[in-house]
């Protein structure tokens, strides 16, 4: 069983910069593909970004590229999102996820292709 704890989130202004870290429990972290995904009121979830098990290679929605970076540390079982140049369209709850499957090489961007989840973290972008 893995336990994932966001944290980071909070209310910034249009422009501004947050750093969202998910801290996740179990050994085998580093064996796992990492997500963030979001909900905004009354949508769906959507994906955001995806890292790999090594970090190498990630993957992003067309909606941050260029804004937003994953990274992870496999060290302290974290993963982190960072958020620059933020919109009000970022607004939402922000959920990270892990892939547990065996093996796995691609990033999905499916959120039930996901085996844990987080809580949630709530991240307001006022304009």
């Known amino acids: 069983q893995v336990q994932l704890v966001e944290s980071g989130g909070g209310l910034v202004q249009a422009g501004g910069s947050l750093r969202l870290s998910c801290a996740a429990s179990?050994?085998?972290?580093?064996?796992?593909?990492m997500g963030w995904f979001r909900q905004a009121p009354g949508k769906e979830r959507e994906f955001v970004a995806g890292?790999?098990?090594?970090?190498?290679?990630?993957r992003y929605a067309d909606s941050v590229k260029g804004r937003f970076t994953i990274s992870r540390d496999n060290a302290k079982n974290t993963v982190y999102l960072q958020m620059n140049s933020l919109k009000p369209e970022d607004t939402a709850v922000y959920y990270c996820?892990?892939?547990?499957?065996?093996?796995?090489?691609?990033?999905?961007?499916?959120?039930?292709?996901?085996?844990?989840w987080g809580q949630g973290t709530q991240v307001t972008v006022s304009s």
């Open positions: 179990g050994r085998t972290f580093s064996s796992y593909i």
């Open positions: 996820a892990a892939d547990a499957k065996f093996a796995i090489l691609a990033i999905s961007v499916t959120p039930g292709e996901y085996d844990y």
């Open positions: 890292i790999s098990w090594s970090g190498e290679s990630t």
